[in-house]
């Protein structure tokens, strides 16, 4: 099979259809794969400049959404306080 087939549905050699999961190893990152009865690589297998370049990719992808997370909460608090500032001027000047 090629990988341009990807979309195609495999079914085991029993006629049920093989679910496409992806590894997320260090050893085999991204690298997808089959899973009904038995698994095997669907795939090739990247590089080892790859292999040793995506992990911290992954890492540092999920460093950044760590921290844009923190500053949407950050920014949410920020909102709050505006707010309550701007009801409590409101409320001054209504008296």
Not at 57 to 84: F, G, H, P
Request: some cysteine; aromatic content about 8%; proline content about 3%.
């Amino acid at each position: 099979m090629e990988i341009g087939e990807a979309r195609l549905a495999q079914r085991c050699h029993c006629g049920k259809l093989a679910g496409m999961q992806t590894s997320w190893t260090t050893s085999n990152p991204r690298r997808r794969f089959l899973v009904y009865p038995k698994s095997k690589w669907f795939d090739a297998e990247m590089c080892e400049s790859s292999k040793s370049l995506l992990p911290g990719l992954l890492k540092k992808i999920d460093r950044v959404e760590e921290e844009n997370t923190k500053i949407r909460a950050k920014s949410s608090i920020l909102w709050a306080a505006m707010l309550l500032s701007w009801l409590v001027v409101f409320a001054m000047k209504m008296n």
